[in-house]
């Protein structure tokens, strides 16, 4: 099985400020790697497919870069409805164990 | 618009087995594919499997290999998943979640609303 490993656990960031969350995969999946932000209560929302292409609908501030075992989901300037917990996903189903977005 | 629309809540006792359904709309059922994702109570996200309703191929995760059934009714774009010999760490949210109809987890761009199965004696 591949393993996805998320970091950071938990991240305590300020409006304004760019965040950069990182999945590691324990073999290469090339780019099949999926974001995802899900808030308490509800339903995952997709933001990233293949690593870097961004979702219809999502904000431009989201970003994904990486192929191969390392992967990144940035987000340029937080705002107030950013913060929510974000799981990386691989495409044979594994996902990471989610990072929690705290504000500071 | 698509929609998935997911079954009612659940309480089932150990041992037992329980089916969920997740009625699709908005979309051609036949073009994609559903996975199946599950979250207990204050953990994160496990991805419990996959079907294409394109072709009815199916992967499923291994840890549950055996003990799940993911199938379609295409007549009625309905795909349903079957747990059974439930546990009480089977309590969880369960989601259906639109995917590719070829490749398993790709990323699912629509989801069901969930439905929470509680097992419990």
């Known amino acids: 099985d591949i393993q996805m490993t998320q970091s950071p656990s938990t991240l305590s960031a300020s409006v304004g400020d760019r965040v950069t969350i990182t999945c590691r995969a324990s073999q290469s999946i090339s780019s099949w790697l999926a974001w995802y932000q899900q808030k308490p209560g509800k339903a995952p929302k997709l933001l990233i497919y293949?690593?870097?292409s961004l979702e219809s609908g999502v904000p431009s501030r989201f970003s994904g870069s990486g192929s191969g075992t390392e992967f990144t989901l940035t987000i340029s300037s937080l705002q107030p409805d950013d913060f929510a917990t974000y799981y990386c996903q691989q495409y044979h189903g594994t996902f990471g164990q989610g990072t929690k977005v705290e504000i500071k | 618009q698509v929609q998935l629309v997911q079954s009612g809540a659940e309480v089932k006792k150990p041992g037992a087995s329980v089916k969920v359904s997740c009625k699709a709309s908005?979309?051609?059922?036949?073009?994609?594919?559903i996975s199946w994702v599950r979250q207990a109570p204050g953990q994160g996200l496990e991805w419990m499997g996959w079907i294409s309703a394109y072709n009815g191929n199916t992967n499923y995760a291994q840890k549950l290999q055996g003990r799940v059934t993911m199938t379609t009714d295409t007549s009625t774009s309905t795909a349903y998943m079957e747990l059974r010999s439930l546990r009480s760490d089977d309590t969880a949210v369960y989601y259906c979640?639109?995917?590719?109809?070829?490749?398993?987890?790709?990323?699912?761009?629509?989801w069901g609303q969930g439905t929470l199965v509680t097992v419990s004696s």
């Open positions: 908005g979309y051609t059922f036949t073009s994609y594919g």
């Open positions: 293949k690593a870097s």
């Open positions: 979640a639109r995917d590719l109809p070829l490749i398993a987890a790709a990323g699912a761009d629509y």
